[in-house]
């Protein structure tokens, strides 16, 4: 069992920033990649960025790529995302999430995550 919890999320200015947080509990040893995911109001739930175990590999939304940055604690396995320059679009419900991929599968766009957290609300006005 695994469990995820976020942090960090706020209203902010647009070309404001912001971090994120997603703390890790449980049996997160078999959880090699975690990930980011947001979901805006009337919009599928999409990914934003994952990382593979200890920074070894990343992935990002293109909407993102730039100006949003995942890293990881390899201490206590705590993942965080960086957002600068934020813009009114994204505007959501951030989620972390967990599943036991290899580096392949963590590097690829995909949503069949086996752990998630409760969400941390992030605004963005203009």
């Known amino acids: 069992q695994v469990q995820l919890a976020e942090s960090g999320g706020a209203s902010v200015q647009a070309g404001g920033s912001l971090r994120l947080s997603c703390a890790p509990s449980g049996s997160i040893y078999s959880r090699k990649c975690m990930a980011w995911f947001r979901q805006a109001p009337g919009k599928e739930r999409e990914e934003v960025a994952s990382?593979?175990?200890?920074?070894?590999?990343?992935y990002y939304l293109d909407a993102v790529k730039g100006r949003f940055t995942i890293s990881q604690d390899s201490a206590n396995k705590t993942i965080y995302l960086l957002m600068n320059n934020l813009k009114p679009e994204d505007t959501a419900m951030y989620f972390c999430a967990a599943a036991p991929f290899s580096y392949s599968l963590c590097l690829e766009r995909r949503n069949d995550y086996s752990d998630w957290g409760q969400g941390t609300q992030v605004t963005v006005s203009s």
């Open positions: 990382i593979y175990h200890n920074f070894v590999g990343t």
